[in-house]
């Protein structure tokens, strides 16, 4: 039986999505450039700052490619403020994780100032026995590595393992380190989730499926979540 439960942040615990989009259209403007939303969800959607800024300004060097990355999650948090709204059954799902002494995880690619805005917002802060920075590691997503990391860091092997992502990139992230993932279709389509590796796709954690697939894996399942 699974007893651990790994998670991404944007797009997968709260729909950030259209706001890292306004943050890069805010931040392309001034350098006459731009992206589409399915641009977005295809290129930069998941991806780490270093391969984004790489594609979106060839020109720079380093130092610049980092400064137009900060200056993006600058504007990101400054859109995002400090509220944000958890995914629907998010809740009931952390809590029966709670109970059932799940361990848990954050895995994403968003950097620390980030991450900590979120999970603040979220009311979150103190849910997770890790939070694992892609930014911070050697390499990001889609490389198999932050995932790789949190299961080190709480003992368990893939095997044990559910992980929830929204993008291509992390579904990779998370399938390529051995997790049985589900992929959430904030952003993406159910056949790009499952291309990228997911077992399946669901809209919301209060899916039915999902509830018969956590029944299935971990012996039980929270089902005070309503469908």
């Not at 391969?51 to 999650?73: C, H, N, S, V």
Request: aromatic residues 6%; proline residues 5%.
């Amino acid at each position: 039986m699974r007893d651990t439960l790994l998670f991404d942040l944007d797009g997968t615990l709260t729909d950030t999505d259209p706001l890292h989009f306004e943050a890069y259209a805010r931040l392309l403007a001034p350098h006459g450039k731009s992206v589409d939303h399915a641009t977005y969800k295809t290129r930069i959607m998941g991806n780490t700052n270093d391969d984004i800024m790489r594609w979106l300004f060839p020109e720079a060097d380093a130092q610049g490619r980092k400064t137009l990355a900060e200056r993006k999650e600058a504007l990101f948090r400054e859109l995002a403020g400090t509220s944000m709204v958890r995914a629907r059954g998010l809740t009931e799902l952390l809590d029966w994780a709670a109970d059932a002494r799940l361990k848990t995880a954050i895995v994403t690619n968003a950097p620390r100032a980030n991450a900590e805005l979120m999970l603040r917002g979220l009311g979150l802060a103190d849910r997770f026995d890790a939070v694992v920075l892609g930014d911070e590691l050697p390499r990001g997503k889609p490389d198999p590595l932050p995932y790789a990391r949190a299961m080190a860091i709480l003992g368990v092997s893939p095997d044990r393992t559910m992980a929830f992502e929204d993008s291509a990139s992390g579904v990779r992230s998370a399938a390529g380190a051995g997790a049985l993932t589900v992929g959430l279709t904030t952003g993406l389509a159910p056949a790009q989730l499952i291309d990228a590796g997911a077992v399946g796709a669901v809209a919301h954690f209060a899916d039915p499926w999902l509830i018969a697939r956590l029944r299935a894996e971990f012996g039980s399942a929270p089902l005070s979540i309503a469908a």
